[in-house]
């Protein structure tokens, strides 16, 4: 071949080749490490499955990517490959990706560089997380992909981590066989492009709809108390949620959806000790379905302004912040006004008394785990006094990140356990990371900026 990118690449390709026995030899360590990590996690997987990249793969990509430009030495270019191994996480559902991501990110707690992150388990693995994930693919379609250094013998070689449901798995391998290996279609074919993003969104929903078959199944099998609690929760939400729909309906002649703050406000109101027993519980759905019988003969204006009865006594600045904000949106956007309007109207205290409480419930919701408080006594233990600095500016600017996204949706029940998901992490970081509270005044404004963009992408 006379064009030097055709000699580029007839180089590239021999040096893969002479190093494919020497690479197949590391996929064993990578897929045994990542079996092992997650074998001892809760969450659910089928199948670890590693590749090394083949001579044809590579040979695309070079010209594709032009590669010839971007790194001049041929027989370097494979240890520029962010995936000159694969390694593919296989799971049933879109869910099990995230459970399973979240999870390899707690993991590789230790920090390497700015981007990179290991755990003392596996020094000699290292993944990327400095990412937004699940990446936007040019497709349009987001993907979990990771990209990873495993270290044997000083070498450093390139991997790319996937995550991927059977659905996902099933997706790529359409797309890859009829757009891109198939000379006689372009991916620029506006009907094709459609039709191929009708299946993915037909796939997609197979796959919620899977899962909500499987759901359903094992909460028929799985007859303990947490499922009763559960159900008993989903009765009660029903039932004010038809209530109170009838009385907007009667008041202001329309129905908003509000099923989502429906569920929060149970939670508070009726379920918020999950240690009750069975017939606590019990007496928990007579006294909801005594109230909202009262209820029911109450007239209730839904065009009209809240008031407390006193000023609202804040006990600390997350409170403070985050009261203020809810007392400025109440009476002027109608989805705080009727989220609080129901919440005051079930509860038995006067409304500041309520709102004085709901704000302790949503602090402890969002603030508060088992795992979170293990982490708060570490950094106790370390930083003694100094700890209350460290914890005053995370919980304060929990508080400002959920007023700048100023939507209702940061008390749903599903971000509430998203944002405290976030939280736990972050505590986690610093306990891991930071030992003086000198390197805590050098890092802390990375760390609170993170903290704050981790929780807006995880509001859904």
């Keep these: 071949m006379s064009i030097k990118e055709f000699e580029y690449l007839d180089i590239a390709i021999k040096e893969l080749n002479y190093k494919s026995d020497f690479l197949e030899e590391c996929c ?5 490490a990542f079996s092992d990590i997650l074998n001892n996690s809760s969450c659910e997987f089928n199948n670890i499955s590693c590749r090394v990249k083949s001579s ?3 040979r695309e990509k ?3 990517n032009r590669y010839y430009k971007k790194f001049p030495d041929a027989n370097q270019l494979i240890y520029n490959l962010s995936d000159l191994i694969g390694i593919r996480i296989e799971c049933k559902f879109g869910d099990d990706e995230k459970s399973i991501y979240r999870f390899i990110k707690k993991y590789f707690n230790k920090k390497y560089n700015e ?4 755990n003392e388990n596996y020094t000699n693995l290292l993944l990327k997380l400095s990412g937004k994930q699940p990446q936007k693919q040019k497709n349009g379609f987001t993907i979990y992909r990771l990209d990873g250094k495993y270290i044997y013998n000083d070498i450093i070689i390139p991997f790319e981590l996937q995550i991927k449901s059977l659905v996902n798995m099933f997706w790529g391998e359409i797309e890859h066989q009829i757009i891109y290996k198939n000379s006689h279609y372009i991916i620029e074919d506006q009907f094709l492009k459609d039709l ?4 993915k969104n ?3 929903m197979i796959d919620k709809q899977l899962l909500t078959v499987l759901n359903h199944v094992e909460s028929k099998k799985n007859k303990d108390s947490s499922s009763r609690k559960k159900h008993l929760e989903e009765v009660v939400s029903k ?3 038809d209530l109170f729909s009838r009385k907007m309906k009667d008041s202001i002649n329309m129905i908003i959806d509000f099923k989502d703050s429906c569920e929060t406000i149970v939670r508070y109101t009726f379920f918020a000790d999950d240690n009750k027993s069975d017939s606590e519980s019990t007496e928990i759905l007579i006294n909801a379905l005594n109230r909202l019988n009262e209820i029911s003969d109450e007239d209730i204006d839904f065009d009209s302004n809240l008031s407390f009865e006193r000023k609202p006594v804040y006990n600390n600045s997350f409170s403070k912040t985050l009261g203020k904000y809810f007392e400025s949106v109440m009476n002027t956007e109608f989805s705080w006004n009727l989220f609080f309007r129901i919440l005051f109207t079930l509860e038995p205290l006067n409304n500041v008394g309520d709102f004085e409480k709901f704000l302790s419930f949503l602090k402890s919701n969002y603030l508060e785990s088992k795992y979170i408080n293990k982490q708060k006594e570490i950094l106790i233990d370390v930083f003694n006094d100094d700890f209350n600095i460290i914890d005053e500016a995370i919980q304060l600017q929990v508080a400002k990140t959920l007023i700048s996204i100023d939507k209702i949706d940061i008390v749903y029940d599903y971000n509430i356990a998203e944002i405290n998901d976030v939280i736990e992490y972050t505590y986690k970081y610093v306990s891991d990371n930071i ?4 390197e805590w005044n050098d890092n802390y404004k990375s760390i609170l900026h993170n903290l704050d963009s981790e929780i807006a992408s995880s509001i859904r």
């Design 28 to 32: 064993i360590p990578l897929e045994e």
């Design 56 to 58: 044809k793969s590579l």
């Design 62 to 64: 070079i010209l594709r």
């Design 115 to 118: 981007d990179y992150f290991f």
């Design 196 to 199: 191929m993003n009708s299946i």
């Design 202 to 204: 037909s796939l997609t």
């Design 239 to 241: 039932l004010i949620y």
């Design 435 to 438: 030992t003086m509270i000198d």
